[in-house]
């Protein structure tokens, strides 16, 4: 999640994306902690395991990734190109924001 703020895509980000962002990192966080598997028979206590993530979960994660282009193969499906300068970090946000303003000229016409 705080990966996001850094990459050049998220200049676009509107507040409704950080949104999904927010509930997708903590439903993944949810979903990669020890949760309840049973009842201990005599104590009574909830029985904590790790479990395996559910292919459903995984899906609708990664699908909800795919929405925000979160990765380089998402950002190549939709034609959106970020380029970066290694010698200036202010250079290397400035291209990527250049790149999408272009696309989203694309869109808008």
């Given at each position: 999640?705080?990966?996001?703020?850094?990459?050049?895509?998220s200049a676009?980000?509107?507040?409704?994306?950080?949104?999904?962002a927010?509930?997708?990192a903590?439903?993944?966080?949810?979903?990669?902690?020890?949760?309840?598997?049973?009842?201990h028979?005599?104590?009574?206590?909830p029985?904590?395991?790790?479990?395996p993530?559910?292919?459903a979960?995984?899906?609708?994660?990664?699908?909800?990734?795919?929405?925000?282009?979160?990765?380089?193969?998402?950002?190549?499906?939709?034609?959106?190109?970020?380029?970066?300068?290694?010698?200036?970090?202010?250079?290397?946000?400035?291209?990527?924001?250049?790149?999408?303003a272009?696309?989203?000229?694309?869109?808008?016409?």
């Open positions: 999640y705080e990966s996001l703020a850094r990459s050049g895509q676009f980000y509107e507040p409704s994306d950080w949104a999904t927010v509930l997708i903590e439903s993944i966080s949810r979903d990669l902690k020890p949760q309840v598997v049973g009842v028979p005599e104590t009574g206590e029985v904590m395991a790790a479990i993530l559910k292919g979960s995984l899906a609708a994660y990664l699908k909800a990734m795919t929405a925000l282009l979160v990765t380089e193969g998402d950002r190549r499906r939709a034609a959106v190109e970020l380029q970066r300068v290694r010698q200036d970090p202010d250079a290397e946000r400035e291209a990527g924001i250049a790149q999408l272009d696309y989203a000229n694309r869109l808008t016409g």
